[in-house]
């Protein structure tokens, strides 16, 4: 039986995904919304802001927004091994960990790269939070790649509504990560 916090998990990984449809998108960021918002109020808004702001788009400028803003090289792209290791030999060696890893739990492989946001909840979703290998990669890869992409999609949050979305899963993350004291390097 999965239990909230997984299902909660694999429904904010949808919102990360090519938009198909932006009524829909907003529609499950809503559905989210209300079932969290007893328990988190402060994230609650945060995803009622994301589905606000996505009502003001049409499906194609939503589409063309998405891929505007998470082009990769860029300080918005939704690969968290990219934002916190760079276009390196470590994030190789990551792409290649996380491939295996989600084998082992048997995620599906999906048409994108492993470290992409989408991919990395929908893992957690199926792993559970409690796993030592989730909480690596809560305190090592997806909260420092959220906090690093935050600011500058804070630039731009008046018209962009992902600035939302990541804040609310930076809310949901945040409290789950190990904290590690400043002198650890992220293994490799």
């Given amino acids: 039986m999965i239990d909230e916090r997984s299902a909660l998990f694999s429904e904010l990984s949808e919102l990360f995904v090519y938009p198909?449809?932006?009524?829909?998108?907003?529609?499950?960021?809503?559905?989210?919304?209300?079932?969290?918002?007893?328990?988190?109020?402060?994230?609650?808004?945060?995803l009622e802001a994301f589905a606000d702001h996505v009502d003001e788009f049409e499906t194609k400028s939503l589409q063309e927004l998405y891929v505007g803003t998470f082009d990769i090289g860029k300080t918005t792209t939704p690969y968290m091994g990219h934002l916190v290791l760079g276009e390196s030999f470590n994030r190789g060696n990551l792409l290649s960990r996380l491939k295996d890893t989600y084998r082992e739990y048997g995620v599906e492989d999906d048409t994108d790269l492993p470290d992409h946001i989408a991919n990395i909840l929908k893992f957690i979703?199926?792993?559970?939070?409690?796993?030592?290998?989730?909480?690596?990669?809560?305190?090592?890869?997806?909260?420092?790649?959220?906090?690093?992409?935050?600011?500058?999609?804070?630039?731009?949050?008046?018209?962009?509504?992902?600035?939302?979305?990541?804040?609310?899963?930076?809310?949901?993350?945040?409290?789950?990560?190990?904290?590690?004291p400043d002198s650890k390097e992220p293994e490799s």
């Avoid at 989730?134 to 949050?157: A, C, D, F, W």
């Fill in 20 to 46: 198909d449809d932006a009524s829909a998108i907003s529609d499950k960021a809503r559905k989210i919304a209300r079932w969290i918002e007893k328990a988190d109020v402060p994230t609650a808004m945060e």
């Fill in 125 to 180: 979703s199926v792993a559970g939070t409690d796993k030592e290998v989730v909480q690596e990669l809560l305190t090592y890869i997806l909260l420092p790649g959220i906090l690093s992409l935050l600011p500058h999609l804070q630039k731009v949050s008046d018209e962009n509504p992902y600035y939302h979305i990541f804040k609310a899963v930076k809310k949901i993350v945040e409290p789950l990560a190990v904290s590690i």
